[in-house]
């Protein structure tokens, strides 16, 4: 499909990525989330200032009329009693849909924030070509929004059939009632089929708003050369440099940390240092360090080892010298091969595993 899984992206955007994206227009927004909010608020809306305005509604109506067939009709008399209600009307009507409009602009703000993008209204050419076109028809976006418009029809048809079931006889009284009795009926089932379906629009809002956020943060994902392209161009800022290099601090220490669960043991000094090893006899040469790390750090090297059940030792000398020696990532020196393995053998004898099965 058009879309990738970005499998190479694998490092956490930068800030001035995601101030790029931002300023190109790309954010993340569910308008279906928006929609589902426009609904409710109309509903509310209606519920809270409906009567009110049928009321002033059908005043005005009767007056009207009542205006009407008190004085010679003509057509201009039509357009002159228009022109005398319809202000009126129009007012209600307006700070309904005021309403309906403020709701759908907060629920918009809370997502994307203050934004305007120029660029995103001018022409541009290459969004009407039949290749662009088809990439965006074969995308895991147009599935994800296929499947959420099949669950959006079948949705409002199984609440359409809930709150419709059992009121089959109630609904075919209502030819045979007074309409000023009927009308109420009716519009107290409407609102509450819209109340109800804005209630099923919105869980299917905030769903689609997840999926949205998700890809978002997954196409700002950078490879490791976009990283390194970003730090080379911002050497010139030393402010930029050191934020850089410290996010790249943080995510080398995530990776290393997240490697401690894949760990063959982990050695320490009781209060300050900790090194996690790992061998595997049919792939590696030697013992690998796979994290190290001081204070803190060596805190939660060995908080992570206890939660995967890693054994840990405390081997004072060795892990201070595996600390000063051994990069991360880097196999153990020869000098270092005998206390190793011995630690590894006690290891092995304590889990009762045989050299050939490591």
């Given at each position: 499909?058009?879309?990738?899984?970005?499998?190479?992206?694998?490092?956490?955007?930068?800030?001035?990525?995601?101030?790029?994206?931002?300023?190109?227009?790309?954010?993340?927004?569910?308008?279906?989330?928006?929609?589902?909010?426009?609904?409710?608020?109309?509903?509310?809306?209606?519920?809270?200032?409906?009567?009110?305005?049928?009321?002033?509604?059908?005043?005005?109506?009767?007056?009207?009329?009542?205006?009407?067939?008190?004085?010679?009709?003509?057509?201009?008399?039509?357009?002159?009693?228009?022109?005398?209600?319809?202000?009126?009307?129009?007012?209600?009507?307006?700070?309904?849909?005021?309403?309906?409009?403020?709701?759908?602009?907060?629920?918009?703000?809370?997502?994307?924030?203050?934004?305007?993008?120029?660029?995103?209204?001018?022409?541009?050419?290459?969004?009407?070509?039949?290749?662009t076109g088809w990439a965006r028809l074969v995308s895991w976006s147009a599935?994800?929004?296929?499947?959420?418009?099949?669950?959006?029809?079948?949705?409002?048809?199984?609440?359409?059939?809930?709150?419709?079931?059992?009121?089959?006889?109630?609904?075919?009284?209502?030819?045979?009632?007074?309409?000023?009795?009927?009308?109420?009926?009716?519009?107290?089932?409407?609102?509450?089929?819209?109340?109800?379906?804005?209630?099923?629009?919105?869980?299917?809002?905030?769903?689609?708003?997840?999926?949205?956020?998700?890809?978002?943060?997954?196409?700002?994902?950078?490879?490791?050369?976009?990283?390194?392209?970003?730090?080379?161009?911002?050497?010139?800022?030393?402010?930029?440099?050191?934020?850089?290099?410290?996010?790249?601090?943080?995510?080398?220490?995530?990776?290393?940390?997240?490697?401690?669960?894949?760990?063959?043991?982990?050695?320490?000094?009781?209060?300050?240092?900790?090194?996690?090893?790992?061998?595997?006899?049919?792939?590696?040469?030697?013992?690998?360090?796979?994290?190290?790390?001081?204070?803190?750090?060596?805190?939660?090297?060995?908080?992570?080892?206890?939660?995967?059940?890693?054994?840990?030792?405390?081997?004072?000398?060795?892990?201070?010298?595996?600390?000063?020696?051994?990069?991360?990532?880097?196999?153990?020196?020869?000098?270092?091969?005998?206390?190793?393995?011995?630690?590894?053998?006690?290891?092995?004898?304590?889990?009762?595993?045989?050299?050939?099965?490591?």
């Open positions: 499909m058009a879309d990738e899984w970005f499998d190479s992206r694998t490092e956490q955007p930068t800030e001035r990525r995601r101030q790029r994206a931002r300023e190109e227009g790309h954010v993340a927004v569910s308008h279906e989330l928006t929609a589902a909010v426009l609904l409710l608020a109309g509903v509310l809306a209606l519920v809270v200032a409906g009567n009110h305005l049928g009321v002033s509604l059908i005043r005005r109506l009767g007056q009207a009329v009542e205006h009407c067939r008190q004085q010679e009709w003509s057509f201009e008399r039509l357009i002159e009693v228009c022109q005398e209600n319809g202000w009126s009307v129009l007012g209600s009507i307006t700070s309904l849909l005021l309403m309906i409009a403020l709701a759908g602009l907060a629920t918009h703000l809370a997502q994307t924030g203050l934004l305007f993008v120029p660029g995103l209204v001018s022409w541009h050419v290459e969004r009407i070509s039949p290749a599935v994800w929004h296929t499947g959420l418009a099949c669950g959006k029809v079948i949705l409002l048809m199984v609440v359409g059939w809930w709150a419709l079931s059992g009121r089959g006889e109630q609904i075919a009284s209502w030819s045979d009632i007074p309409l000023a009795v009927a009308v109420p009926e009716v519009w107290s089932l409407a609102m509450r089929l819209a109340l109800y379906a804005g209630l099923c629009l919105l869980a299917l809002g905030l769903a689609d708003y997840a999926w949205q956020r998700w890809r978002y943060e997954r196409q700002l994902m950078m490879t490791r050369w976009e990283l390194k392209e970003e730090l080379r161009q911002d050497e010139g800022d030393p402010h930029m440099r050191a934020r850089l290099r410290k996010l790249m601090r943080e995510m080398s220490q995530r990776r290393m940390l997240q490697d401690v669960a894949q760990a063959t043991v982990v050695l320490r000094n009781p209060t300050h240092v900790a090194v996690a090893l790992r061998y595997e006899r049919t792939t590696m040469s030697a013992p690998q360090v796979v994290a190290k790390g001081a204070g803190a750090l060596a805190e939660r090297i060995i908080e992570i080892a206890r939660h995967h059940g890693v054994p840990i030792l405390e081997r004072p000398p060795l892990a201070q010298a595996l600390f000063r020696l051994v990069p991360v990532g880097q196999e153990i020196p020869p000098v270092l091969y005998l206390a190793v393995a011995e630690v590894l053998a006690f290891v092995y004898r304590q889990r009762g595993w045989s050299a050939h099965q490591t």
